[in-house]
């Protein structure tokens, strides 16, 4: 596919500041947490209905199973917000096997109506989002969903064999029309503020059909943002591939959706966490190329979090609430020249934000050209000597001084303040 130069913008400033954001997979692969009749999949377990072939009529089934009783949305929320330093959360209101985890009127197929608990998931959610001032954005599998005989289904990663599904043989229009206009138009009129719709995954949609989604979504909501996966190249900020992280600073708004093992909905035997240290300098880079980190968790079928998943984000969540500053409401800066092993920078006007990760003896950064005022220690604002000079080859290096204690130390920031507004990162010459 060509992709169209534009800059992507939301015009949304609470989008640009937000910087990380809690993605929510939820629905009824959760009961089947990766494995169906004695089967394991290997493939993210949101997916299982499609991977392991299960008819319609028996995945329809789980539905039946779906008790919610751990689940509390109150609680979830303010510790998003609280402990780990969430400023968006994006729940999956339908996720591609087109189960509704909200009271929907045009479809039974959904949470209130087919399971035994009867909750409407979503109204939950939105009434605590709105309570702890917490953006709220719905998933919404637009193009595929494997429960309408004309939504689309993909035909990639299927671990047993089936013939390939004809997608060009369905009425995929009949379904825009039937499903997904009047789902987005009930999550878009009943649950308050929506400030993102996460559309994902367009397959073989037209861009005039893109385009009847988000001009249904803006007539309803106008401020709502729309993902980069809408397709068509028509959405208002550029999705990245999953946990793919841009190497470059990108111009533009942009997102990087991600998980925290290897898969989005719960799957009981995946173990393969990330460690914290590995989220936080991840965060850090993204913001360091202008970018946020949408990162997952996948509920147990009873709305439980797994409590791995909770230990690493209230880790993150720690160097967040010290160094906040240097992470929500910054800017990419200009490319830095040399390789970097011990640390990423993001700014503000006047600021610069050093983040270090591993422990050094002091902080000597070449080709950075700046007027220094004052350097300090972002978590308690105690000031560090540093030096300005020109090495003899002429290029100019700020070092910033630190302590011995500091010197041991890895996961801070430093801020340095600097009469120009943004630093000057020299290019290299010979
Ligand atoms: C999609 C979904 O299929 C998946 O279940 C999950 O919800 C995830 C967040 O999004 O998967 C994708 C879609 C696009 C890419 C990768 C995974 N991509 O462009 O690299």
């Not at 001032?133 to 299927?158: F, V």
Request: charge should be negative; glycine fraction near 8%; hydrophobic fraction near 35%.
């Amino acid at each position: 596919m060509k992709k169209i130069d534009r800059i992507p913008d939301t015009g949304q400033q609470w989008y640009k500041d937000a910087k990380y954001g809690l993605f929510i997979h939820w629905g009824l692969y959760a009961i089947l947490a990766g494995e169906y009749k004695g089967q394991k999949t290997d493939h993210i377990s949101e997916w299982i209905m499609n991977t392991l072939n299960i008819p319609v009529e028996e995945y329809e089934k789980l539905a039946g199973e779906f008790c919610s009783q751990q689940f509390c949305a109150d609680e979830l929320v303010r510790m998003a917000k609280e402990s780990w330093g969430m400023k968006y959360i994006v729940f999956t209101s339908k996720h591609h096997e087109g189960f509704a985890m909200y009271h929907s009127k045009c479809s039974p197929y959904n949470v209130v109506d087919a399971t035994p608990c009867g909750r409407d998931i979503l109204k939950e959610l939105a009434d605590a989002c709105h309570k702890y001032g917490m953006k709220l954005g719905l998933y919404y599998s637009q193009a595929q969903d494997w429960h309408e005989p004309d939504g689309y289904m993909a035909n990639t990663m299927m671990e047993n064999e089936k013939p390939p599904v004809d997608n060009d043989a369905k009425d995929f229009q009949r379904y825009l029309d039937n499903k997904v206009k009047p789902q987005l138009k009930e999550l878009l009129t009943g649950y308050g503020e929506i400030s993102l719709i996460w559309f994902d995954t367009p397959m073989g949609m037209t861009r005039e059909q893109s385009m009847e989604c988000i001009s249904l979504v803006k007539s309803l909501q106008p401020d709502c943002i729309i993902s980069g996966r809408i397709g068509n190249q028509l959405g208002d900020y550029m999705t990245t591939g999953d946990n793919f992280i841009p190497r470059l600073p990108f111009d533009g708004d942009w997102e990087l959706p991600a998980t925290l093992n290897d898969t989005w909905g719960y799957n009981k035997d995946d173990n393969n966490w990330k460690e914290p240290e590995q989220i936080i300098r991840t965060l850090v880079k993204i913001c360091s190329r202008g970018g946020n980190y949408l990162l997952n968790v996948g509920p147990r079928a009873d709305g439980s979090i797994p409590e791995k998943s909770v230990e690493i984000l209230n880790t993150v969540g720690q160097y967040l609430h010290e160094n906040g500053e240097g992470i929500y409401g910054t800017q990419k800066l200009g490319i830095y020249p040399y390789e970097l092993d011990w640390g990423e920078f993001t700014g503000k006007p006047h600021r610069m934000f050093i983040h270090v990760f591993k422990p050094c003896k002091g902080l000597g950064m070449m080709n950075l050209s700046a007027n220094v005022k004052k350097a300090y220690l972002l978590r308690d604002g105690s000031e560090l000597a540093y030096k300005v000079e020109e090495t003899c080859e002429g290029d100019s290096m700020v070092t910033v001084e630190l302590p011995q204690e500091l010197r041991r130390q890895a996961y801070y920031c430093v801020c340095l303040e600097t009469e120009e507004e943004w630093p000057v990162f020299e290019p290299l010459r010979g």
